[in-house]
């Protein structure tokens, strides 16, 4: 059974603050990792893609993958009160066919 | 270009009744992938589309879901005699499918679904 968990929160933190969000999964052949965002009452939205250990930035997001711990997280530095939203944590096996397995998402609340 | 279109956006109706539920992926997108998302839970992986191939059905809740692809474009997903459970949102989603690193997905703005 392949699972993704994530803390369901809310993670609050302050206007400038950095937010950091993390994720473990279940799968040692997983190599395909995602996060994504999602606002209330809308779909999820890409923001970052990971596919090798370290570190991957994208502007004030930073995706960090350690595939020995099973583990993935997200950064947002300089939060904003916009960045608030539930954010999805998705990973893959590729395993002959392409499936992504989500986490519930952790909720993320940053105040002015 | 356009992005993932689903439709309706809002659809009401009456238990026992069937529904269809249209999603266009984006275009060149040979995967196509089916989501349930019930009020404040996470995303239910119903079925996955290869081409007009269904390789994953595992995700269907019961034989009353149905779903089917055409051109390799265009997909519907069918609830036939529905009940107040399947109220949700029915989230839609494409990808490029590559033959090594997995393509992330793409998804649609949804079908919220009410069963009265």
């Known amino acids: 059974q392949k699972e993704v968990e994530q803390n369901s929160g809310p993670l609050s933190v302050p206007e400038g603050a950095i937010a950091s969000l993390n994720c473990t999964y279940s799968d040692r052949g997983s190599q395909s990792f995602f996060w994504y965002r999602q606002y209330s009452g809308k779909s999820p939205e890409l923001i970052m893609s990971i596919y090798s250990n370290g570190d991957k930035e994208d502007g004030r997001f930073t995706a960090q993958l350690n595939k020995a711990s099973q583990y993935v997280s997200l950064l947002i530095r300089d939060s904003q009160p916009s960045d608030s939203a539930t954010y999805l944590c998705a990973v893959n096996v590729n395993s002959g066919y392409s499936t992504l397995t989500f986490g519930k998402g952790t909720m993320l609340l940053v105040s002015p | 270009g356009a992005g993932v279109s689903q439709s309706p956006s809002n659809k009401v109706t009456e238990k026992g009744k069937d529904v269809e539920l249209r999603c266009d992926p984006i275009s060149g997108h040979t995967a196509l992938y089916w989501y349930r998302q019930s009020l404040g839970q996470g995303l239910e992986f119903l079925i996955y589309?290869?081409?007009?191939?269904?390789?994953?059905k595992s995700g269907l809740p019961s034989d009353r879901f149905s779903a089917e692809r055409t051109g390799g474009s265009v997909s519907t997903l069918t609830i036939q005699r529905t009940q107040q459970e399947d109220s949700a949102v029915y989230l839609c989603?494409?990808?490029?499918?590559?033959?090594?690193?997995?393509?992330?997905?793409?998804f649609g703005d949804g079908t919220r679904l009410s069963i009265l």
């Open positions: 989603a494409s990808s490029l499918a590559g033959p090594d690193l997995f393509q992330p997905q793409h």
């Open positions: 589309f290869q081409g007009n191939s269904a390789p994953d």
